[in-house]
């Protein structure tokens, strides 16, 4: 198993989201503002690609209409493989940050 440095739990969005009490714009919103509450890792490249999911999350929260399902799983697929980048080139090493969503 790796040995992630971060972790976000969105299991109970997932949940409220799957019962129609949220929209996906509003978990998109909780999306960007948890991972701005993330530490930084003091690493240009890892930052920049959180703040860049960060902005695409909030471009999708902050548009009625214009994003849907598979926008959303289109950036929750890009914030997945920054949650697997490698830090130490290790097998089953570090990992930037676990992503539970069920």
């Not at 997945?80 to 089953?92: E, S, T």
């Amino acid at each position: 198993m790796s040995d992630w440095q971060r972790r976000l739990d969105f299991s109970a969005y997932t949940k409220k989201y799957d019962e129609g009490e949220l929209s996906i714009q509003e978990f998109a919103k909780i999306v960007a503002e948890k991972l701005k509450s993330l530490r930084d890792f003091d690493d240009f490249g890892i930052d920049c690609a959180k703040e860049d999911l960060i902005f695409e999350f909030e471009d999708i929260a902050d548009e009625d209409e214009a994003y849907g399902e598979g926008d959303f799983n289109c950036v929750l697929s890009r914030l997945y493989d920054w949650g697997d980048i490698p830090l130490d080139g290790k097998f089953g090493g570090k990992k930037v940050c676990w992503i539970q969503m069920r």
